[in-house]
């Protein structure tokens, strides 16, 4: 069997496939923060620019991407599908592991995926400027990465202990064109607000979020994007797993499970919702989402209406949530600590066609080791879940079946975290039950 499946360039895929329409269960739609009533999609323009609003909402399975955007995925895609053979040697299974290597983007993650035609449809509705968030750092590289492809001025505010851990990525992130600050910060109210509370708030992605929001809000020539969690946002990945399923259709194989790690949820929704017409039709393929102990929103987050955001200025979405307080554990998996998830993702997890894993960090370093020492890829600490939950799941496999994990992005300028690991200098955190109770009582009472 191939080791490494190219798929010729012309092979790319030319659309995105959208699941919304495939839903056994309609999504909950998005409610008025202020009002609790349904979102009218002219509530979200001044965030986002209409093209997005309208793919957010769409009916059709299928969108064309834009040639400009395939033009610039055309620098990196299509990416690889590796067979892992040495590490199925090293963990002495029977099964076969593939990953789909989206670390070979400019940015060094999977994100580019999103940002390139999120900025595009920016561009074309005369948007000067976009504001946003970041955790560990991938997003708001791929965005500031985008904007300058097309010309655009980029604010990212990264999580203060992100800002902290990585400073290689901030220095990404202004060599791209943009501009970075730790959040919270001084620029906003929220942010502000959050200093004269706790002035050591290490920061976190619903902290950061209403920052780009209120930036965004506040500034006619800019707009607010996502990375993550928005069911756009979930499209644009599925190139991923479209890409996989012709590569896999190349050497005869099928997939028995597919794997990913989850924050938001992009990355692993991009890799198996092109599957799931194959799940609803009866076939056998089971969808693994891993997530961290520190932030176990899958698995132990109520599915219920909540905020994006701390400071409440997002829509209401339904999702798996720990409550839009939540204060993360400095785990240096910086893009897994969101409090919530995306919709899609949480709505097919309600269903039990999505299953969810937590693990401690220490163990996911411990997979990462093994990884790069097998197969030679330093892999991001996010990605490093991912790389746990296949081993695991591998072991569990039985012969002959096929594993799939997505490699979201590398791990290159995550020495800092190797370092401490390497160290001895990282513990695992599991988050106590008394916090999410807690943070949960903020949570909107929503009937439905």
Partial sequence: METKILLPEREMPTRWYNALPDLPTPLAPPLDPQTHKPLTPDQLEPIFPKAVIEQE????????????????????????????????????????????NESVSPAGSHKPNTAIPQVYYNKIEGVKRIATET?????????????????LSCTVYMVKVSYNQKPYRRSLIQAYGGEVFASPSDKTRTGQAMLEKDPDCAGSLGLAISE??????????????????????LLHQTICGLETEKQLAMIGEKPDYLVGCVGG???????FLPFLPRRLAGEKVRFIAIEPKACPTLTRGDFRYDYGDVARLTPLIKMHTLGHSFMPAPIHAGGLRYHGDAPLLCNLVAEGLVEAEAYHQLECFDAAKLFLRTEGFLPAPETSH????AIETAKRAKPGEVVVFLYSGHGLLDLASYDAYLGGKLTNFEYPEEHITEALKACPVIEE
């Fill in 57 to 100: 909402l769409s009916p059709k399975n299928w969108i064309d991407i834009p040639e400009p955007v395939l033009d610039i995925y055309r620098l990196y895609r299509p990416t690889p599908l590796i067979r892992a053979k040495r590490l199925e040697e090293a963990l002495g299974v029977k099964c076969r592991i593939y990953y789909k």
């Fill in 135 to 151: 955790g560990a750092g991938q997003w708001g590289t791929a965005l500031s990465f985008a904007c300058g492809m097309f010309g």
């Fill in 212 to 233: 780009a929001v209120e930036d965004a809000a506040t500034h006619d020539d800019t707009k607010y994007s996502l990375g993550s969690v928005l069911n756009h946002v």
């Fill in 265 to 271: 949820g992009s990355n692993f929704a991009g890799l």
């Fill in 386 to 389: 991912a790389i746990k939950g």
